[in-house]
């Protein structure tokens, strides 16, 4: 939202008081030397950054969305990563990257929106032995997918969960405040139709907020 002349219309300042989450579920993973990460559904590249800055490791990452890969190539550029972050325009069933490639793979909030299984099925292909898939989803829709997860060769190794109603007080209450003076200041604006979009995200949200929790789920592919 930010390439366009109403900077205040981009929400990314905003989700990164989300990060805090990364970085705990990531202390929670075993030491890895170098290691190889897939960022699944990217975006415009905020767990990807901070993915870098954590780990001393190369890093994949992959989206459908052409216009926020412009977007993460630019930040890439500019801090000097471009010999440690490769960027796909790929979903996850089709990066065509080979076999046991990864020593982790990152899900914040993709793998919901896509086929379970056949994603889980490229995810367990495209880890190394003893490697892991996290996974930031909401806790109501996750809790009948365990059994999917076991069947497609992982097994939960252990769990971070975010504060309950943290996606209300934390992102959109504050985004809400945004939004009405961003209509205060530009009452005919012509991201009208992006405004409604949040406005209707925000009450979404507000009206049962603990709907959205969410936790890190660290799962640990089996041998074999």
């Excluded at 440690?84 to 089709?94: A, P, Q």
């Excluded at 049962?208 to 969410?214: G, S, V």
Aim: glycine share 6%; charged share 30%.
């Amino acid at each position: 939202m930010g390439r366009n002349r109403l900077d205040e219309l981009n929400v990314e300042p905003f989700r990164k008081v989300f990060l805090k989450y990364t970085r705990a579920a990531f202390k929670l993973l075993p030491r890895m030397d170098h290691p190889c990460i897939l960022d699944i559904g990217c975006g415009t590249g905020l767990p990807t950054l901070e993915l870098a800055r954590l780990s001393n490791g190369d890093i994949f990452a992959i989206d459908p969305d052409a216009i926020d890969l412009e977007d993460l190539k630019s930040k890439v550029s500019q801090l000097g990563l471009t010999h440690r972050i490769k960027i796909l325009n790929s979903r996850i069933t089709s990066t065509g990257l080979p076999d046991e490639t990864f020593n982790l793979l990152w899900d914040e909030g993709t793998l919901h929106l896509v086929d379970l299984r056949k994603s889980l099925k490229e995810c367990h292909r495209l880890l190394k032995p003893d490697g892991f898939l996290v996974m930031a989803e909401t806790n109501s829709w996750m809790k009948n997918k365990f059994k999917i997860l076991n069947h497609q060769g992982f097994a939960l190794w252990d769990q971070f969960p975010w504060p309950a109603g943290c996606w209300w007080s934390e992102y959109y209450q504050p985004l809400e405040e945004k939004v009405k003076e961003i209509r205060r200041l530009y009452p005919d604006s012509k991201n009208i139709d992006r405004l409604n979009q949040l406005r209707g995200e925000i009450e979404m949200v507000k009206r049962n907020p603990r709907k959205f929790d969410c936790s890190f789920y660290i799962f640990k592919k089996n041998r074999t």
